[in-house]
């Protein structure tokens, strides 16, 4: 229910988000990175609107990877059970009620944005917000992928406070083959994150980007941007 609720609310941001990639991406098949699959959400919503020539598909909860698996079948869709970040390295996944929230980092349960988001989304409920930790494997983005695509058209990362780390891990000339960056960042205090946006928008500067599309999220203190190469 809470899912569905989620997703109503979110369909008109995406309509926005559709908006701007039709306007800046024509007819031209194109290549999409997808960290942070979930439910297949973002891969639904590039095969149904663009022309695509491969979507690579990163989602370390091991229960979600396996419904992604399950509900796509495309050969232009690669999908792997890992997570992204700075290094290959071994990590351990916070499983929450919301698996959209589940996150690699520390949460901060005594803030009140979790309070809040814990009596929402626990009401009637007698599940724990917390269902369990799951170890995962965490791969480098240039070295699992980009260091062997000449082009990537849309990186695309949603990650729970991840994103800086991801960033960080991507090689120099690999920044040059992505042509958009589009992200989530997170401004509230519940994920214990150890950066901020400043941080993010200083390294995507520093390689050439610039901030095209600025969109706030209904209902929560999270905003997704989109950054062009220049």
């Known amino acids: 229910m809470i899912d569905l609720i989620i997703n109503f609310i979110d369909y008109f941001d995406k309509l926005k988000i559709l908006k701007f990639f039709k306007k800046?991406?024509?007819n031209e098949f194109i290549n999409?990175?997808?960290?942070?699959?979930?439910?297949g959400e973002t891969v639904k919503f590039f095969i149904n609107n663009f022309?695509?020539?491969?979507?690579f598909v990163f989602e370390p909860n091991v229960n979600l990877f396996v419904k992604i698996k399950k509900n796509f079948s495309d050969s232009r869709i690669k999908i792997f059970n890992y997570g992204v970040g700075f290094?290959?390295?071994?990590?351990?996944?916070?499983?929450?009620?919301?698996?959209a929230?589940?996150?690699?980092?520390?949460?901060?349960t005594n803030t009140e944005y979790f309070k809040r988001k814990k009596k929402l989304l626990a009401f009637n409920q007698k599940k724990s917000f917390f269902?369990?930790?799951?170890?995962i494997d965490v791969v480098n983005l240039s070295e699992f992928i980009l260091n062997n695509e000449k082009k990537i058209d849309i990186l695309k990362i949603d990650t729970e406070g991840y994103e800086y780390n991801i960033l960080r891990g991507i090689?120099?000339?690999?920044?040059?083959?992505?042509?958009?960056?589009?992200f989530e960042h997170h401004y509230d205090l519940m994920l214990d994150k150890k950066y901020k946006f400043h941080d993010i928008n200083k390294l995507l500067k520093e390689h050439n980007f610039s901030l095209?599309?600025?969109?706030?999220?209904?209902?929560?203190?999270?905003?997704?941007?989109?950054?062009?190469?220049?």
């Open 24 to 26: 800046n991406i024509q």
């Open 171 to 182: 090689h120099k000339l690999d920044f040059k083959k992505i042509r958009f960056i589009y």
């Open 101 to 108: 929230s589940s996150t690699i980092n520390r949460i901060n």
């Open 87 to 99: 290094r290959k390295e071994k990590k351990k996944l916070n499983i929450t009620l919301d698996s």
């Open 212 to 230: 095209k599309y600025k969109l706030k999220m209904k209902f929560r203190k999270s905003f997704e941007y989109i950054y062009e190469s220049i």
């Open 131 to 135: 269902l369990g930790v799951q170890d």
């Open 32 to 39: 999409v990175v997808d960290i942070g699959g979930h439910k």
């Open 51 to 55: 022309n695509i020539n491969k979507i």
